[in-house]
Nanobody, 121 residues
Framework: QVQLVESGGGLVQPGGSLRLSCAASGSIFRIGTMSWYRQAPGNERDFVASITIGGSTYYADSVKGRSTISRDNAKNTMILQMNSLKPGDTAVYYC???????????????WGQGTQVTVSS
């Protein structure tokens, strides 16, 4: 069994910062690409940022320059540091990862349960 658990969401004022964490646990052999997505009420789930197993990073235009994604392969964790937050960043943020568990030598997609980020004064 594999689990992804997000943490670090909350209420922050415009211009503030948040650090979102994602921790993977279970019988994990290897994790491929890890990503953050977000979903605002009434909207589809949108891509925010991703990081490959080799450390290459990709960002949505909406967060580029304000966010940094990182990972610790030894600890199976991922971080999204978000700065200069705007009300438009308000959403539920989801962790996503391609996980090879029990040495099956192929990846299975996993989602976390999400963490709420609210940017408001």
């Amino acid at each position: 069994q594999v689990q992804l658990v997000e943490s670090g969401g909350g209420l922050v004022q415009p211009g503030g910062s948040l650090r979102l964490s994602c921790a993977a646990s279970g019988s994990i052999f290897r994790i491929g690409t890890m990503s953050w997505y977000r979903q605002a009420p009434g909207n589809e789930r949108d891509f925010v940022a991703s990081i490959t197993i080799g450390g290459s990073t990709y960002y949505a235009d909406s967060v580029k320059g304000r966010s940094t994604i990182s990972r610790d392969n030894a600890k199976n964790t991922m971080i999204l540091q978000m700065n200069s937050l705007k009300p438009g960043d308000t959403a539920v943020y989801y962790c996503y990862a391609d996980i090879d568990y029990n040495r099956r030598y192929y990846y299975v997609p996993y989602w976390g349960q999400g963490t709420q980020v609210t940017v408001s004064s």
